[in-house]
């Protein structure tokens, strides 16, 4: 269909990826409870936007790049293992009543959520490793292709 792969495949999968809680969801959350309804969606316009920012640089050959590089996936790889170890650790160690540990500050939703997107690991891995897998080069029929995705 439109030159993706077992599309049904694709959507059955990203739901599961979705249920997995990352740093966004935190984001969202975060944004939400301190913004309310426009603290969320302002969130979710910056999740939104990052995932735009990875699945386009996927189609412009980031992947390929990092295919063509095993050292510097392994870099990335490296950073995105240590950033969600830092959260990890940061969210054992707090104390109740203490701050939060993504400190999103009111009217900054969508630049934070923005760039814990841009900066999220799963999200990276998804778009740059997972993602072009169901893009069939031979059939795909350019932007189409991505609008459907």
């Known amino acids: 269909m439109l030159g993706i792969t077992d599309y049904a495949t694709f959507v059955i999968t990203v739901l599961v990826f979705l249920l997995v809680p990352g740093p966004g969801n935190l984001a969202l959350i975060t944004s939400t409870s301190k913004g309310g309804v426009r603290g969320g969606l302002a969130a979710t316009l910056g999740v939104i936007l990052g ?26 790889q490296w950073m995105g293992a240590a950033y969600l170890a830092w959260l990890g650790t940061r969210m054992l160690l707090a104390k109740p009543g203490a701050a939060p540990v993504l400190n999103i500050r009111p009217h900054h939703f969508l630049k934070q959520a923005l760039m814990i997107t841009l900066l999220n ?23 189409v292709t991505y609008a459907f995705m």
């Open 51 to 76: 995932d735009q920012v990875l699945m386009w640089s996927a189609v412009a050959g980031v992947a390929a790049l990092l295919t063509a590089y095993p050292d510097a996936f392994h870099v990335v």
């Open 121 to 143: 690991p799963k999200a990276i891995l998804f778009y740059m490793a997972f993602f072009p897998l169901f893009i069939d080069p031979v059939h795909q029929q350019g932007l």
